[in-house]
């Protein structure tokens, strides 16, 4: 059985930074990509930032320069770092590892940005 255990989330003020961080574990087989989504009150799950087996990223307009994804294949572990953090960016934050073509997830994590 594959579990995503997530961590990291929490309440920050604007402009601040959070991490999170997910491992993937159990028969998972071959990786492909490994990232985050999110989801606002009312709206559709989105995609934040994914990252395949050799680096390559696919991320929303809205993390560009203040998120940075990052990856150890050897672990199956995934984080991102979120910075210069705005009150948009609230949301339940999943982890997302694509394995064949398999999609597993994450239970969710809350990021609440607020003053």
């Known amino acids: 059985q594959v579990q995503l255990v997530e961590s990291g989330g929490g309440l920050v003020q604007p402009g601040g930074s959070l991490g999170l961080s997910c491992a993937a574990s159990?028969?998972?087989?071959?990786?492909?990509?490994m990232g985050w989504y999110r989801q606002a009150p009312g709206k559709q799950r989105e995609l934040v930032e994914r990252m395949d087996s050799l680096g390559s990223t696919n991320y929303a307009d809205s993390a560009k320069g203040r998120f940075t994804i990052s990856r150890d294949n050897a672990k199956n572990t995934v984080t991102l770092q979120m910075n210069t953090l705005k009150p948009e960016d609230t949301a339940v934050y999943y982890c997302?590892?694509?394995?064949?073509?398999?999609?597993?997830w994450g239970q969710g994590t809350q990021v609440t940005v607020s003053s």
């Open positions: 159990g028969r998972i087989g071959s990786v492909n990509t």
């Open positions: 997302n590892v694509k394995a064949g073509f398999l999609d597993y």
